[in-house]
């Protein structure tokens, strides 16, 4: 070897060569009580004053003593952030006198150094072996540092699995995080692949329950049910065996809604909605008991205590986000079908089921991808419902390998924005996450810019302030997630004009709320049936409904367009 060549190998690669090298191990001595009670400094969240007296002790210790010290002196320098310290005392190391999990601490650190150095397949090297010896929280960092290695190398799918692995060990932002990274490595592989790794998956791989969402989401088919615990077995010895096609409701049900308050005018629709589907059934039905959440967190954890207190076997509720996160950050004693999304996933034995803005802006990625659409310009309005349709719409298109031209935010009456339209460049389609009578206001000026002749899709959105054709007739050809109950019919429901002629809960915007209490009722009844399916999804009023492997009611919508000015069905959009 040249000295150029070597001159360019770090004290960490050279370790590593050494390491890979080993081929026999040797069992080393017992930790002494110090070097205990110094791990125990460095577990307790004090790595430096750990790794002084892991230093000082290994001065006065010999042989494989010597080894063991050293490693785990530099394992807590590292966790100090002295990784220049972590390096000099790493070639006084003899790898093969190590063992059990100070081996394991100081093969995650020398994978961590590696990467550092952009040296990926050092780091699947060194963790090549076990990290059974570790604490959770190691342990995490072993499967996270793997799947850093192994997508840096291009492998996304099993970098996505080891993520999922260290998902279970994970809590709160740093799991939802994980989560986030493990759709976008999924969400970069086309639909064979996908398909094909997924299917391959043995029974109880902790990637299983990601990638059939995946695959929910881009409308393929499930190779074999979710994965589900214990928790999913829902018979609580007070409900009848399920009816031949699935049925089996709760005994006793609460619904927990906030009647009065804010959010008093959509509750009523989703409360009106649930009885709806609730009477249409003629068979056995449980006692339903509705309880005010006034709308706010601890309201929720009131009614929900009020409701485990009288005897319910089920519980459906609450509707609003603080509410939802409320319930979700404690002990269940009687699981629940959330009518919102919350910051988690839902406790286990749980599910939530809601009509998200992401969720928009997620389907109308997928359905513009499904149709090569490759470079989109983005408008969408200053309000919440915009802001967050938007985002996940650039997130999931982005991870899919779509590019998003330009990116434009309006207020509730947009002005000119034609300088702004002149300027994109090679668009191929326009998402625009704004309401009707925005979308009235843009028309016109997407027509000047050229923009109107490509596909244009909206979110659900789009029909707010709107209804007067000759207005609307600006928004022909606009494509937006719709409910499946404005296109076909639904068994239990009259058709949605008729339901609108005589309840004020089921007109206009509001519509969309009541079909969402039809579903939240059917859900109930069908739970069981949906977290055991081996077949396709419920078919509900506001679209075709999975339960994925976390608990998440998957919505799949009909998909509607304005033609004259009028709302009119294309069916599933595909």
Not at 268 to 283: F, K, Q, T
Not at 286 to 315: C, E, K, L, M, W
Not at 349 to 355: E, M
Not at 508 to 516: E, P, Y
Request: proline letters at 5%.
């Amino acid at each position: 070897m040249n000295k150029s060549v070597a001159a360019r190998i770090s004290a960490l690669s050279l370790s590593m060569l050494l390491f890979v090298g080993c081929a026999t191990t040797s069992v080393a001595p017992t930790s002494s009580p110090a070097q205990l009670a110094a791990i125990a400094l460095l577990e307790q969240g004090k790595p430096r004053e750990a790794a002084q007296q892991l230093e000082a002790q290994a001065a006065l210790a010999r042989g494989a003593a010597k080894s063991l010290l050293l490693a785990d002196a530099a394992f807590a320098w590292h966790e100090a952030g002295d990784n220049a310290r972590a390096r000099m005392l790493i070639p006084q190391v003899q790898s093969r006198q190590l063992s059990g999990a100070t081996q394991q601490r100081y093969n995650l650190m020398l994978a961590e150094l590696a990467l550092d150095e952009k040296q990926p397949a050092v780091a699947l090297q060194a963790l090549s072996g076990a990290a059974d010896q570790l604490p959770a929280l190691l342990q995490a960092r072993w499967y996270l540092a793997r799947a850093q290695a192994l997508e840096t190398s291009g492998n996304a799918f099993n970098a996505a699995a080891e993520r999922a692995r260290a998902g279970a060990l994970l809590n709160g932002t740093a799991r939802s995080d994980n989560q986030r990274a493990i759709t976008r490595l999924l969400a970069g592989m086309d639909d064979a692949t996908l398909s094909s790794r997924t299917a391959a998956l043995p029974a109880g791989d902790p990637l299983y329950n990601h990638a059939g969402r995946a695959l929910i989401a881009r409308g393929l088919p499930l190779p074999r049910p979710f994965d589900r615990d214990a928790a999913w077995q829902l018979d609580t010895g007070k409900r009848p065996p399920a009816e031949a096609d699935g049925y089996r409701p709760p005994a006793k049900m609460a619904v927990l809604l906030p009647l009065s308050g804010n959010m008093a005018t959509a509750a009523a629709s989703v409360r009106d909605g649930l009885l709806a589907g609730y009477y249409a059934e003629n068979r056995r039905r449980p006692q339903v008991d509705f309880i005010d959440t006034h709308g706010t967190a601890a309201g929720a954890n009131a009614a929900y205590d009020r409701a485990v207190a009288s005897g319910v076997d089920f519980v459906v509720g609450p509707l609003g986000r603080e509410e939802v996160d409320a319930l979700f950050h404690r002990e269940l004693q009687v699981p629940l079908l959330a009518l919102n999304r919350g910051k988690d996933t839902p406790p286990a034995g749980s599910a939530a089921f809601s009509l998200a803005p992401e969720d928009d802006g997620i389907m109308a990625a997928e359905y513009l991808l499904s149709r090569e659409r490759g470079n989109v310009l983005v408008i969408a309005s200053n309000d919440d419902a915009g802001r967050r349709a938007s985002n996940a719409f650039k997130e999931r298109f982005a991870e899919r390998g779509g590019k998003v031209a330009a990116s434009i935010n309006v207020g509730d009456a947009p002005g000119d924005i034609g300088a702004q339209l002149r300027q994109v460049n090679g668009a191929d389609a326009v998402f625009l996450a704004v309401k009707g009578n925005q979308a009235r206001a843009l028309a016109p000026q997407l027509a000047l810019a050229g923009l109107s002749a490509v596909s244009r899709v909206g979110t659900s959105q789009l029909t707010n302030n709107t209804g007067k054709a000759e207005e609307d007739t600006a928004l022909d050809g606009i494509v937006y997630p719709s409910e499946a109950w404005t296109t076909r019919d639904v068994a239990g429901l009259p058709a949605a004009s008729s339901v609108a002629g005589t309840l004020a809960t089921a007109r206009g915007g509001a519509a969309r709320l009541f079909a969402f209490g039809f579903d939240a009722w059917k859900i109930t009844a069908y739970l069981e049936k949906m977290a055991n399916s081996t077949s396709g999804g419920l078919l509900g009023a506001t679209g075709s409904l999975h339960l994925d492997g976390f608990g998440n009611v998957l919505r799949t919508p009909a998909w509607s367009t304005f033609s004259g000015g009028r709302p009119t069905s294309i069916g599933d959009g595909r």
